[in-house]
Each structure stands twice: as structure tokens, then as C-alpha cells.
């Protein structure tokens, strides 16, 4: 069974900042590696889509990467604003399933 | 163009009742899913749909659950008999036909609270 993992759980830094959020996987037999966003009452929004032969992806100041081998993906955000305080969801596509397995999330907050 | 939408936004129930909840996918998109998202717990899937096939119910958590797809657009989600520990967020999300690994396309979700 796919299980999927997110750290931090949490993360407050100040305006500016370089971060990193992790997530890891269980089984590398995976299609594709997603990392969404979701905002208070709101649904998901899809950041970045890395396919199994892919390395990394980037979009703007997002950066995310992907070691399938050892089960692991970084999303990196650079120069953090207070707009891009949100929960940050990492998900793994394994086409067995059809469907998306989940990591817990990372609760990003961005502070002036 | 429109997303993936809804409805209702907020659903309040009481205990033992039944209630449907609404998703409407992008126009075209022949891929529906459904998803729970429970209070201190992650997505977890519920049920695939894909164009005419035989849907994937391998999530649905108990018999009390089921949903429906009419004419390859819209889907209902049914839940019978709720519990208290039905309370959480469904979120429907949509995908184009063709491209299994595309992205999903996610609805703004319905909260629903059983009291």
C-alpha cells in the first residue's frame, strides 16, 4: 500500500525566505508526482506535475524535484511572500489505482 | 472557462439522515474522481469514474456509500444512514480523456457536518 508523507507538518517563516518542503513515498513504482496547494475553503490547485521520467519541474519562484529511486520529491519556494501561505499537498499518481495517494500536508505560513 | 463545481457548499445533516452531494466536471473531461478529506487526516480516495467503464469503488469506506454518474457528466454522491464520522470535506475533481497521468482538476468541495 502506497503511503505517503509530508515534513514538516508545519512551517512559519519570515517574508523573503528560501524554503523546502519534503515529501517521501513508500513504492517508486509511481506515474506522476504532484504537488497542489489548498487555501481555506477552497479546492486544490495543482502547482506542479512531475511524470516518473522526469527530474524536476519549474513554475515561477516554484521548484520541485523528484528522486522516484528513493522515494522522494522537494518542493522548493523561493523568496516566500505572505501570498504563499496555504497548505501545501504532495501526491503520487500510481495508475493500479487510479487515483492520487495523499501526503498529510505541510501549513505554510508567511510572515510580514 | 468553468471548473469543476459543487454543490451545496456546506451541508449540515443530522444523525441517520441521508444526503447527496453534487459534482459538475469540466466540460470534455471523461475522468471523475472522488475524495474525502477528513479533520487531522489526509485526501483519501473514494470512487473513479472513467467514460463508460465500471467504476472503481475500491475507497468507498462502507456500504452506506455510493455514487452515480449520469450520461458521462455529472456525479452524485450518495451517503445513507450518516454518521458523525462521515463529517469532512468531498472533493470531486475532473481529467481530460486520453492522458491518464494528466492533473486532476479540483472542486471547491462540500463540508459536510453530521450532527
Known amino acids: 500500500k502506497q503511503e505517503v508523507t509530508q515534513i514538516p507538518a508545519a512551517l512559519s517563516v519570515p517574508e523573503g525566505e528560501n524554503l523546502v518542503l519534503n515529501c517521501s513515498f513508500t513504492?517508486?513504482?509511481?506515474?506522476?508526482l504532484q504537488w497542489f496547494r489548498q487555501d481555506p475553503g477552497k479546492g486544490l490547485t495543482s502547482l506542479l506535475l512531475i511524470q516518473s521520467s522526469q527530474r524536476e519541474q519549474t513554475s515561477g519562484r516554484l521548484n520541485a524535484s523528484l528522486d522516484k529511486s528513493s522515494g522522494r520529491s522537494t518542493l522548493y519556494i523561493a523568496a516566500s511572500q505572505p501570498g504563499d501561505s496555504a497548505t501545501y499537498l504532495c501526491a503520487v499518481f500510481t495508475g493500479g489505482g487510479n487515483k492520487l495517494t495523499f501526503g498529510t500536508g505541510t501549513q505554510l505560513k508567511v510572515e510580514l | 472557462g468553468a471548473g469543476v463545481s459543487q454543490s451545496p457548499s456546506n451541508k449540515v445533516t443530522e444523525k441517520g439522515k441521508d444526503v447527496e452531494l453534487r459534482c459538475d466536471p469540466i466540460s470534455g473531461h471523461t475522468a471523475l474522481y472522488w475524495y474525502r478529506q477528513s479533520l487531522g487526516q489526509g485526501l483519501e480516495f473514494l470512487i473513479y469514474?472513467?467514460?463508460?467503464?465500471?467504476?472503481?469503488k475500491s475507497g468507498l469506506p462502507s456500504d452506506r456509500f455510493s455514487a452515480e454518474r449520469t450520461g458521462g457528466s455529472v456525479s452524485t454522491l450518495t451517503i445513507q444512514r450518516t454518521q458523525q464520522e462521515d463529517s469532512a470535506v468531498y472533493l470531486c475533481a475532473s481529467s481530460p480523456p486520453g492522458i491518464s497521468t494528466d492533473t486532476q482538476y479540483f472542486g471547491p468541495g462540500t463540508r459536510l457536518t453530521v450532527l
Open positions: 469514474f472513467q467514460g463508460n467503464s465500471a467504476p472503481d
Open positions: 513504492d517508486s513504482a509511481i506515474y506522476n
